[in-house]
């Protein structure tokens, strides 16, 4: 690119980003990202976490890969056991209610509801241990739970075991890859 042509995509870029409405919502972000970066940071997670499987809506397979889980055991390690217990039952709620599965089987979402904020509440209770291991434990057990509750309802029986097999192991790898990122930031 010329020196023409970098300057002709910097005139456009702040004719469009330096208007006033969007200078005020990025100095509302700045602000908001200054003094209130807990809340900011737990708000970007829990909204990740709820956004992490809308694919199953579209896509039934087998492996789950949500960040609800990391979403609990971060702010809860963090912030304490209520604050780690509100973000995993409003992380997954969301992401229930946004694949639309929370219609599907009220009783079961609420037992996930549940799960994850019980996830969310050990974190906050064992923030000084190895979280990863009670982690990979905790969503081991609550993934057999699932298990039983799902076959005894008609599921997929070849679905739910490479679900048991690979949940708690990509739970374990999420966390050892984003726990340190995601703690950083709150």
């Not at 789950?64 to 990391?70: A, G, I, Y």
């Not at 997954?92 to 209610?97: K, R, V």
């Not at 029986?157 to 949940?167: N, P």
Request: net charge positive.
């Amino acid at each position: 690119m010329t020196a023409e042509a970098n300057l002709r995509i910097f005139e456009i870029l702040s004719s469009k980003l330096l208007r006033p409405n969007m200078m005020t919502v990025g100095g509302f972000v700045l602000v908001s990202l200054i003094f209130f970066r807990p809340l900011m940071a737990s708000l970007i997670l829990i909204a990740l976490g709820a956004v992490s499987i809308i694919y199953k809506r579209y896509v039934s397979i087998g492996i789950d890969l949500e960040l609800c889980s990391l979403c609990a055991i971060a702010i809860g390690s963090t912030h304490g056991l209520t604050a780690g217990a509100v973000s995993g039952g409003v992380s997954i709620l969301l992401a229930l209610l946004l694949n639309g599965h929370f219609m599907e089987n009220p009783f079961f979402a609420a037992i996930k509801v549940l799960t994850y904020a019980g996830l969310g509440a050990l974190a906050g209770i064992f923030a000084a241990s190895n979280l990863m291991f009670m982690a990979v434990a905790y969503t081991f057990v609550a993934d057999i739970i699932f298990v039983i509750i799902a076959m005894q309802t008609g599921g997929n029986a070849g679905k739910l075991i490479v679900f048991l097999v690979t949940h708690p192991l990509i739970v374990g790898y999420q966390l050892k890859l984003l726990l340190p990122l995601a703690m950083a930031l709150l």
